[in-house]
């Protein structure tokens, strides 16, 4: 692995959680601007990695580094502003704030002035084509516009790395659409992605690379196409005779 | 909107209508500078009308108003308190008469004991607030929601009793009587009203900036506002400081107004933690001034009632705030902005 150029490196991460390995023995890297898919059945535990990751929750051991910065057991806050941001699973805007505030709050992670904070969240609304909506109260917002939003508000945050969560479930397919569309001009930035996702048209189509985790451990990676393939990936997912 | 009118004729009219149309802009831009003036010059007046007040009351009832005026004050002061921690930031607390307390008390060492000039030794009492809350929000702060509130009435009733059996400092249930600080009361007043407007100014500006809108982004989802970049127990805790030191000033100028203090009377859970959590809900949670409404209402009826009531009185002012929670949970000012932007939506042409 050539050392300049990865962005996160994850050796041998763990987290147990009363007796259950919820993250097992995960080894996992990223490179700069690098888009990752990242599945597995539901309870593999890729919600968790991410949690692990933006210091929601703490690792049980093995070493998380970003930009050859050790962050395992760093606080939320403090990873966000080292350049990593994260969506969550089940959308949390601030929902009686405005779409406008919501994004203002994130720029606020590298200015602190107001004017400045405004400018580079209404710069992020337009790229994510949500600004008509920038004086609906987030609470107010359709399903799509608030995964949106919640995607402008960690774009605004001015992240290396971006964490998103199932930002497609729940869509319908021209949202899904509009959604790829989104994520296809985020790339373009030159923002690494770590994208969990359950539509595999989606995540087929965006990623570099797939990691697939099952029962807390990674089980295959590389290019999409052979991932896809792996038979332990297909067991994994239709179930089978393990030793087929 | 007859301006909305004109407006539609002004094709079919031609040059007339254009002079018409220019005067027309020119009315709206003179209002919209008005509406924009409006807001500062109604705060300037009401300014103007308070600092006045003690000329202008009708002498024979001049005492009486301003102990009125006092009493809505420092309500209002203490509802501020609670309104940037509990309002803007998110955390209700259950015992902002502690900080009430322990300034009343720093006040009366500080300007009895050490011969201190009382302004010097309000402000330094209200410090004394701000820093002993420190320690309190890094313990306290790792709770949420219903849980702080509670640590927070513990905390005012530990203080409570170190006050009540702390005797070499504070003479017990004693209490402790000093002479007052200001020579009359409308300067006792003056003092008090500009705490107030300072209070009132330095909690714009706070809630205007970074710092206000990182208190709403975490009142509103602290995790969602930790993954943003917001380092929580920081920004509760500056809130928390500037929240403390109000109520310190608040418990200060009471001491130095009454110049009587006894632990259950400063540290009481009724009289304040309860007081500025009601004026607060009266006015509006997490809006400027509704402390300030809340005060004057509070305290205004709350006269009335006595005086038309007698013993009644309790009976009636829960009364009222019953029927201010059933019909306008958001406060006063909450119910008015909202009753503001529905209008406005009406009017938004679709």
């Known amino acids: ?244 | 909107m007859p301006q909305e009118r004109n407006n539609a004729a002004e094709p079919e009219r031609g040059a007339s209508a254009q002079a018409l149309f220019g005067a027309v802009t020119r009315m709206r831009e003179f209002a919209a500078l008005g509406g924009l003036l409006a807001p500062w010059l109604v705060l300037a007046l009401l300014i103007l009308a308070a600092a006045t007040l003690p000329f202008w009351s009708a002498a024979q009832y001049r005492d009486y108003i301003l102990d009125l005026a006092i009493l809505v004050l420092l309500s209002a002061l203490g509802g501020m308190s609670f309104n940037l921690l509990g309002g803007y930031a998110g955390q209700i607390s259950f015992g902002q008469a502690a900080f009430f307390g322990i300034s009343a008390y720093a006040f009366a060492l500080l300007f009895q004991q050490l011969a201190l000039n009382p302004l010097a030794a309000m402000f330094l009492a209200g410090v004394v607030s701000a820093v002993v809350c420190v320690p309190v929000g890094l313990i306290l702060f790792r709770l949420r929601g219903a849980y702080f509130a509670l640590s927070m009435l513990a905390f005012a009733e530990i203080t409570r009793l170190v006050a009540q059996e702390w005797t070499s400092l504070t003479n017990g249930a004693a209490g402790l009587l000093f002479s007052s600080a200001f020579s009359d009361k409308a300067t006792s007043y003056w003092v008090l009203l500009i705490i107030v407007i300072g209070s009132v100014a330095v909690t714009s500006l706070l809630v205007q900036s970074k710092p206000g809108a990182y208190f709403l982004a975490i009142r509103e989802d602290q995790d969602a506002a930790e993954a943003l970049g917001i380092d929580s127990t920081r920004y509760k805790l500056m809130a928390f400081t500037v929240s403390a030191f109000m109520m310190g000033l608040a418990g200060a100028f009471y001491a130095s107004y009454f110049a009587y203090l006894e632990p259950n009377v400063v540290f009481s859970s009724v009289n304040f933690s309860l007081n500025v959590i009601i004026v607060t809900l009266i006015g509006g949670m997490g809006r400027l001034l509704g402390p300030v409404i809340g005060a004057a209402i509070l305290v205004l009826t709350t006269e009335l009632f006595v005086h038309a009531f007698g013993q009644g009185n309790v009976l009636m002012s829960g009364l009222l705030l019953i029927l201010f929670m059933l019909f306008m949970p958001e406060g006063l000012l909450g119910k008015l902005q909202k009753e503001i932007d529905r209008r406005r939506s009406l009017r938004r042409p679709v």
Not at chain 1, 72 to 86: D, H, K, T
Not at chain 1, 89 to 114: D, F, H, S, W
Not at chain 1, 147 to 166: C, F, G, S
């Open chain 1, 1 to 244: 692995m050539a050392q300049d150029g990865v962005l996160l490196r994850i050796t041998g991460l763990e987290k147990r959680v009363g007796g259950l390995r919820a993250v097992h023995n995960v080894d996992l890297g990223v490179h700069r601007g690098e888009v990752v898919g990242l599945i597995g059945p539901n309870g593999a535990g890729k919600t968790t990695l991410f949690s692990l990751i933006s210091g929601a929750e703490k690792p049980s051991a093995g070493s998380i580094e970003f930009e050859g910065r050790a962050i395992a057991g760093l606080r939320p806050s403090r990873i966000a502003q080292l350049g990593i941001a994260r969506t969550f699973q089940v959308v949390r805007p601030l929902p009686r704030l405005t779409v406008l505030e919501n994004v203002m709050i994130g720029a606020y992670c590298r200015v602190a002035r107001k004017a400045s904070a405004r400018e580079i969240a209404l710069s992020w609304l337009e790229f994510t084509d949500l600004v008509h909506r920038r004086d609906s109260l987030a609470r107010n917002l359709t399903i799509a516009d608030r995964k949106r939003l919640e995607i402008t508000r960690a774009l605004a945050t001015q992240p290396h790395l971006l964490l998103l969560d199932e930002v497609m479930a729940g869509l319908t397919a021209t949202e899904t659409e509009t959604a790829v569309e989104l994520l296809q001009r985020i790339r373009a930035r030159g923002i690494a992605m770590v994208i969990i996702e359950h539509v595999m048209r989606v995540i087929m189509a965006i990623s570099d690379r797939l990691i697939v985790l099952n029962y807390g451990e990674r089980i295959a990676a590389g290019d999409p196409q052979t991932v896809a393939s792996d038979p332990a990936v297909i067991r994994a997912y239709l179930g089978g005779n393990p030793g087929a």
